[in-house]
């Protein structure tokens, strides 16, 4: 069965973002809720969550454009609407009473055969179908999704004993390939896997930092880096998913846990977070929670809960002994003979003993459980891998010295960890406590895959060379924060020799990586110090040397394709400029940002950027409106926040893909890539018709307006006047005679380096390397 149209049914926080998904996988679909008691519009709810998915933030459409294929209505007046659809998913309040009655009512105006999900928290799939008629128990299935829809990239699915398994399959494998979403299957049990585990350790994590008298803080700094929660901890992440959702979660899960289940004993309600939620302290999208931003006063003071008295107090960055000495030793953290360590015991022994002791019960593997903490609960690594990396025998000797039972599986694996490689293959332990093959879905191809069953085909410093199979080379950053240097130069070079004339042994060459950003650009740490220094030529030979290999790729005799997910700024932007196909996860964020540290894109970036505005069909004639267009992105710093909006920016070619499921990026651009090398023949070298100082001037006109109303600032001016200069082709040039791209490539060259000797932009590195912000000098 395919989906070709869809409806969400409840508008709330997620039934208005899961349509906004659908609608971003390009599927139209029609939004309904209950029909509003006042005004005109009866379908005002539906239409105003619509509304609100435009101003929301982050973004839950891709493409503002993709409102436009959610069709809302109301439940009175629109059921009709639901004959023409091939999946319903109901996302109302969490009531078996109401969702029953709902499914009475859709049921006969459903057409034959198309399926029905809730997206239920807690309630089991039992309760929901019971009374409902044998073809919409066939039908029905649970498909729960995280919050927000568009962003969290797990999807937890539940059949029932009446379900059709064709009906999960192809479900599940939309949800996987369209929506983007790692698929995990789950048994019909309270709370799934993530919520069930999840729920349990902020409960623990935060019971434990009250009786051992820990601050917020020293929780968090030990459960984020340390445990792999880095971003967060403990206490942030509650702040995020908001302090008043947790009663709700464990009021539910209260109430359809087994009578025994440990979640119980370890429910506590602390009064002084009773009453932050009673005072409207719920956490980011309230007043603030455990930690809040203070702006009384006027500075921006960042403060947090005292958990003792329930007063905020400045927040303070603790300087823990036993972090800065354990390091990445998860085991030297939790063996530290203080009470940072004993929390460390506390909350690692009742966590991980707890996930244990739930496989087989919630799910058939280790492998599920761990890949639903990892992308239900952004745990960098989930239980089971924690587990290994404590030692399982170890692991074992905590629970007995915490006085917990030894969960069996651990018992089981009498020391052996749960997952191993073999023969190049990851294998994970299985209830049966026999080593099996981890499996990935079909067409599912990873790097770290690869990388585990081989050895680099190459390797220095900052980046591999890596054979994913069929004659594709794949080039991977290892950089720190995957920088750009000499080193990712070099690779580049390495990689074109080894591959020639694509006619050997290596036919093309993906550029991929799976950190969390594709690249955020150059390395500045390693700029400033050559410009603090002086080293004039060792920068000069920098730009050039990326504009020697951009280029070489450029024209390779083979094809390159690039798979970017995450951030590419800068430099890691101007990679993707010069491929010959980009396959980018949806979630791509690239941008040519050099302007923010005083400088212009010097690896090519003007020159590529005023082609694709020359290229583009919807470009008026001559040669202005293209140098403008360029011109308004680069100076403006503009950053696409999707593929999607890369393809409005042109940082994107309207032939480059788009990938929705980040673990079928590689696959899908080694088949480009493949693809491009049966037939490739390299672009020729473009030449630009360019009006030299009269577009320059009329550029610095439209300048000196912004500067007017005090949106350019005075080294704004200096950096885009040299811009200018570069897209206008030059103090030389002029219509009449044709810019080479060598020659644009030598004016990128010249004005970076003047700019990069102004104090304006050394101050600009400088402030963007110690804050992370822009500086508007
Ligand atoms: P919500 O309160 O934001 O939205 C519920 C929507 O249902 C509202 O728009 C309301 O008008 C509508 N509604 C109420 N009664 C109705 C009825 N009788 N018929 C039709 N519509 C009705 O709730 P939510 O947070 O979006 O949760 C919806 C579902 O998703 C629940 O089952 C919840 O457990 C589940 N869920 C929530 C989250 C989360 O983080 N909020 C995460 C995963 C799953």
């Not at 908001?242 to 539910?252: C, N």
């Not at 972090?323 to 085991?331: F, I, K, M, Q």
């Not at 994970?428 to 895959?449: E, F, I, K, M, Q």
């Not at 005679?737 to 003047?754: G, H």
């Amino acid at each position: 069965m395919q989906i070709k149209r869809a409806a969400v049914i409840g508008s709330g926080v997620m039934g208005s973002g899961i349509a906004a998904h659908f609608a971003n996988a390009g599927i139209p679909v029609v939004l309904l809720d209950i029909p509003a008691k006042e005004g005109d519009d009866r379908s005002a709810i539906a239409r105003g969550a619509i509304q609100k998915l435009l101003k929301a933030d982050p973004a839950p459409f891709m493409h503002p454009k993709n409102a436009k294929l959610v069709t809302p209505g109301n439940l009175e007046d629109d059921l009709a609407l639901l004959a023409d659809v091939d999946w319903i998913v109901e996302a109302i309040v969490e009531n078996p009473a109401v969702k029953a009655d709902l499914y009475r009512r859709i049921d006969p105006v459903r057409k034959d055969g198309s399926v029905v999900s809730s997206n239920t928290s807690t309630i089991p799939l039992g309760v929901l179908v019971d009374g409902q008629s044998d073809a919409f128990r066939r039908d029905f299935l649970i498909t729960h999704f995280f919050n927000p829809p568009r962003y969290m990239r797990l999807l937890e699915i539940v059949g029932g004993a009446a379900t059709r398994p064709d009906a999960l399959a192809a479900i599940a494998d939309f949800c996987d390939r369209s929506l983007g979403k790692g698929v995990v299957h789950c048994k019909d049990t309270p709370g799934f896997i993530a919520n069930r585990i999840g729920v349990y350790w902020i409960q623990t994590a935060i019971n434990a930092a009250v009786d051992l008298g820990l601050t917020v803080e020293e929780a968090d700094a030990i459960v984020g880096r340390p445990m792999g929660i880095p971003k967060t901890g403990v206490f942030g992440l509650v702040d995020l998913v908001g302090l008043d959702l947790m009663p709700h979660i464990a009021k539910s899960l209260l109430a359809t846990l087994p009578g025994n289940d440990p979640y119980r004993a370890a429910f506590r309600e602390h009064a002084v977070i009773a009453k932050m939620i009673a005072d409207g302290y719920t956490g980011r999208k309230g007043k603030g929670g455990f930690y809040r931003l203070n702006r009384a006063g006027g500075a921006k003071v960042k403060e947090a809960i005292d958990l003792s008295t329930g007063e905020y107090r400045r927040s303070e960055k603790p300087r823990l002994e036993s972090v800065s000495t354990a390091g990445r030793d998860l085991r030297a953290l939790a063996e530290f003979p203080d009470r940072t360590g004993q929390y460390a015991r506390r909350v690692l022994a009742r966590t991980l003993a707890y996930a244990a002791s739930l496989v087989p019960e919630i799910a058939d593997s280790v492998v599920a459980v761990d890949e639903g903490m990892r992308l239900g609960y952004n745990w960098k690594q989930g239980p089971f891998e924690l587990i290994d990396r404590l030692g399982t025998g170890w692991f074992a000797d905590l629970c007995r010295s915490e006085g917990i039972p030894v969960p069996p599986l651990v018992e089981q694996a009498a020391g052996r960890p749960f997952y191993r490689v073999e023969d190049g293959k990851l294998q994970h332990l299985t209830t049966a406590g026999l080593y099996d093959t981890v499996v990935r879905p079909d067409g599912v191809l990873l790097l770290s895959d690869v990388k585990r069953a081989s050895k680099p085909v190459w390797k220095n410093g900052s980046a591999s060379l890596w054979d994913i199979g069929d004659g594709v080379l794949c080039v991977e950053f290892t950089s720190k924060m995957n920088a750009l240097d000499g080193d990712i130069m070099a690779a580049y070079g390495k990689a074109i020799r080894l591959i020639g004339d694509g006619k050997g042994e290596w036919k093309a060459l993906v550029v991929h990586n799976e950190s969390d950003n594709f690249s955020v650009g150059a390395n500045l740490g390693l700029a400033l110090f050559a410009l603090n220094v002086g080293l004039w030529p060792q920068i000069e030979e920098l730009v050039e040397g990326g504009q020697r290999a951009y280029r070489a790729l450029k024209h390779a005799p083979f094809p390159v394709v690039a798979a970017p997910s995450g951030l590419a700024l800068g430099g890691g932007c101007e990679i993707l400029l010069h491929s010959d196909h980009v396959q980018a996860h949806a979630e791509t964020y690239m941008g040519l940002v050099e302007v923010g540290v005083g400088l212009i894109p010097a690896w090519g970036g003007c020159t590529e950027m005023l082609a694709r505005h020359a290229a583009n069909p919807k470009t008026p004639k001559g040669p202005m409106p293209a140098i403008a267009g360029a011109f308004e992105t680069i100076s403006l710093a503009k950053v696409a926040k999707s593929a999607a909006e890369a393809k409005d920016l042109l940082y994107l070619r309207p032939g480059d893909g788009i990938t929705m499921n980040r673990d079928r990026l590689l696959a899908d651009a080694k088949a480009k890539a493949l693809e491009l090398a049966a037939n490739y023949t390299p672009p020729e070298k473009a030449t630009y018709t360019l009006p030299g100082p009269n577009g320059r001037t009329a550029l610095e006109l439209f300048l000196e307006g912004f500067a007017l109303q005090g949106k350019a600032t005075p080294h704004d001016m200096v950096v885009c006047g040299k811009l200018a200069e570069v897209l206008t082709g030059g103090a030389k040039a002029d219509v009449t005679q044709p810019v080479t791209e060598d020659q644009m490539l030598a004016l990128e060259r010249a004005a970076f380096m003047e700019l990069v000797r102004t104090t304006g932009t050394i101050d600009r590195v400088e402030h963007m390397l110690t804050t992370g912000k822009p500086l508007r000098n």
